[in-house]
């Protein structure tokens, strides 16, 4: 048996981007800065950020394209994918992906006099296979 998950918690590096596809699903994009800390021998303190594509589907991608914006805080767990195409140019690139089959959005607190519905705490997409 092998396992391929991903369990990020992060902040949001742009607004989304969504397209819907001929097919009719949304797939949404963004970026997810992950940071750690550590202090060297020598006191040095380090601030190491990586960067990670986050890649949403179907309803997760319609909820991510509605409430999820730069700087937000959330949890992604998905599975580590690659893929690969050639430029403009003919030079291959190449990307590391996260398809994400849950995203945890941040409560939001509501007042008494607020009508407008708070975000959902998380999404789960439980529509089966992704269309690649």
């Not at 998950?5 to 397209?19: M, T």
């Not at 970026?31 to 060297?40: G, Q, V």
């Amino acid at each position: 048996m092998s396992i391929n998950k991903a369990i990020l918690s992060g902040h949001v590096g742009n607004d989304p981007e969504s397209r819907t596809l001929d097919s009719g699903v949304t797939v949404t994009k963004f970026s997810l800065a992950t940071s750690e800390k550590y202090t060297k021998k020598d006191g040095t303190e380090v601030d190491n950020t990586v960067w990670h594509n986050i890649v949403t589907w179907r309803g997760i991608a319609e909820v991510c394209e509605k409430y999820v914006k730069k700087g937000m805080k959330l949890t992604v767990l998905g599975k580590i994918t690659n893929r690969s195409w050639e430029d403009d140019k003919g030079e291959k690139k190449y990307m590391t992906e996260i398809v994400a089959d849950q995203v945890e959005l941040p409560g939001r607190k509501e007042s008494s006099d607020s009508a407008a519905p708070s975000t959902p705490p998380s999404v789960v997409d439980d529509e089966g296979d992704l269309p690649f």
